[in-house]
T-cell receptor
Framework: GNSVTQMEGPVTLSEEAFLTINCTYT??????LFWYVQYPGEGLQLLLK?????DKGSNKGFEATYRKETTSFHLEKGSVQVSDSAVYFC????????????FGTGTRLTVIP | GAGVSQSPSNKVTEKGKDVELRCDPI?????LYWYRQSLGQGLEFLIY????????KSGLPSDRFSAERTGGSVSTLTIQRTQQEDSAVYLC?????????????FGPGTRLTVL
């Protein structure tokens, strides 16, 4: 079956610190991988995605590389800002059925000045 | 252009009552999804519509849940005889063609509280 496991939160970092949020997956086929972000009071929005092995998704200084050998898609940012405070969700979409997203449990990030 | 919209934003109902939640997808998107976000279960898939095809209902938790999509656009999720465990945020998403690589765009959600 399909599942996503991501780092438990909450994570609290000082501004300009390095961020890593771990995400690993199990999939029956060849999934596409996504990071979605939910800012306080807002809806889910796509942060970045990668659709095949070794692809790197990037956006707003965040990066994640699709690693098929370790079934991982870890999210990284070199220098976080207060405005990055949000809940981050790792997700996969497999090439079967509805192509619906399977989400991890979410990781709450708080960045303090 | 406009994003995915949902209404109402909040709904409080009494146990046993029926509720209807509405979703307006992005114009031109053929695929529409309903998800549920709850404290105990996280984000879970409910149902999927693709064009005029029969919906994929594999995620619906019980037969009290149903959904329809009229004219390939607006969708309504109906929950009959609501229970307290139905309390959650119901999210609608749409994508251009429903492919596994397509980005799904989410609405703001409807927060349902069953008393």
């Amino acid at each position: 079956g399909n599942s996503v496991t991501q780092m438990e939160g909450p994570v609290t970092l000082s501004e300009e610190a390095f961020l890593t949020i771990n995400c690993t997956y199990t999939a029956t086929g060849y999934p596409s991988l996504f990071w979605y972000v939910q800012y306080p009071g807002e809806g889910l929005q796509l942060l970045l995605k990668a659709t095949k092995a070794d692809d790197k998704g990037s956006n707003k200084g965040f990066e994640a590389t699709y690693r098929k050998e370790t079934t991982s898609f870890h999210l990284e940012k070199g220098s976080v800002q207060v405005s990055d405070s949000a809940v981050y969700f790792c997700a996969l979409s497999d090439q079967s059925g509805a192509n619906n997203l399977f989400f991890g449990t979410g990781t709450r990030l708080t960045v303090i000045p | 252009g406009a994003g995915v919209s949902q209404s109402p934003s909040n709904k409080v109902t009494e146990k046993g009552k029926d509720v209807e939640l509405r979703c307006d997808p992005i114009s031109g998107h053929t695929a529409l999804y309903w998800y549920r976000q709850s404290l105990g279960q996280g984000l879970e898939f409910l149902i999927y519509f693709q064009g005029n095809s029969a919906p994929d209902k594999s995620g619906l938790p019980s037969d009290r849940f149903s959904a329809e999509r009229t004219g390939g656009s607006v969708s309504t999720l109906t929950i009959q005889r609501t229970q307290q465990e139905d309390s959650a945020v119901y999210l609608c998403a749409s994508s251009l063609a429903g492919g596994s690589t397509d980005t799904q765009y989410f609405g703001p959600g409807t927060r349902l509280t069953v008393l």
